[in-house]
């Protein structure tokens, strides 16, 4: 079965540090990769993702992820947060070859960023 | 405005009493779905819908059913609802197609049962 780790519950940073959330997948095949920003009170919203072609994407606002498929990772990064970045980030895989078109979500991650 | 719609935002319900989430959306998506959202557990997919008349199990779907008659709506239907539903549910859609395309989610409805 398809499941997906965040291995960081909650990330404090001040403003200017660089972020770097790691993201684990467990599937073989071919894989369609997100990743979601929940700020305080609202919906999520779509950061980036990658499906094929180049494995660093780059996304709004800043951040980028690289695929490593060797490590079946994609984690998701910037290099100067800000305070408006404080929200919850959830990584994201659906795996089309899988029969199913479930998307399988990580726990999160809750990122607060220090003025 | 491109948007998915849900109601109600906020709902307080007892044990076993039917109720109903809907679902709108006007982007003539042809896949929907839904999640709940639980502290410390992230999102879990309850169920999906590919498009009209076809819809499928997540990884959470007891305790639910959804049917999807219309292309833009996506009803959530709790039947007898318990304790341990009560948490936050969001609905999503997306273009159709094989899952490379972005899901654009609801604002949420909060659920509890008490």
């Known amino acids: 079965a398809q499941s997906v780790s965040q291995h960081n519950h909650h990330v404090i940073l001040s403003e200017a540090a660089s972020l770097e959330l790691g993201c684990n997948y467990s599937y073989g095949g071919t894989v369609n990769l997100f990743w979601y920003v929940q700020y305080p009170g609202q919906h999520l919203q779509l950061l980036l993702k990658?499906?094929?072609?180049?494995?660093l994407v780059k996304g709004i606002k800043g951040f980028e992820a690289e695929f490593i498929k060797s490590k079946f990772s994609f984690n998701l990064r910037k290099p100067s947060v800000q305070w408006s970045d404080t929200a919850e980030y959830f990584c994201?895989?659906?795996?089309?070859?899988?029969?199913?078109?479930?998307?399988?979500f990580g726990t999160g991650t809750r990122l607060k960023v220090l003025a | 405005e491109a948007q998915v719609t849900q109601n109600p935002r906020y709902l307080i319900t007892v044990t076993g009493k039917k109720l109903t989430v809907t679902c709108s959306q006007n982007m003539n998506h042809e896949y929907m779905s839904w999640y709940r959202q639980d502290p410390g557990l992230g999102l879990r997919q309850i169920y999906y819908?590919?498009?009209?008349?076809?819809?499928d199990k997540g990884d959470v779907p007891e305790g639910y059913k959804v049917s999807r008659k219309e292309k833009r709506n996506f009803p959530l239907i709790l039947e007898s609802p318990s304790p341990n539903q009560t948490s936050l549910y969001f609905c999503?859609?997306?273009?159709?197609?094989?899952?490379?395309?972005?899901?654009?989610f609801g604002p949420g409805t909060r659920l509890t049962v008490t």
């Open positions: 819908s590919m498009n009209v008349e076809a819809t």
């Open positions: 999503a859609s997306r273009r159709g197609g094989t899952g490379s395309y972005e899901q654009y």
């Open positions: 994201a895989v659906n795996a089309p070859g899988s029969g199913t078109y479930k998307y399988i």
């Open positions: 990658y499906f094929s072609g180049d494995p």
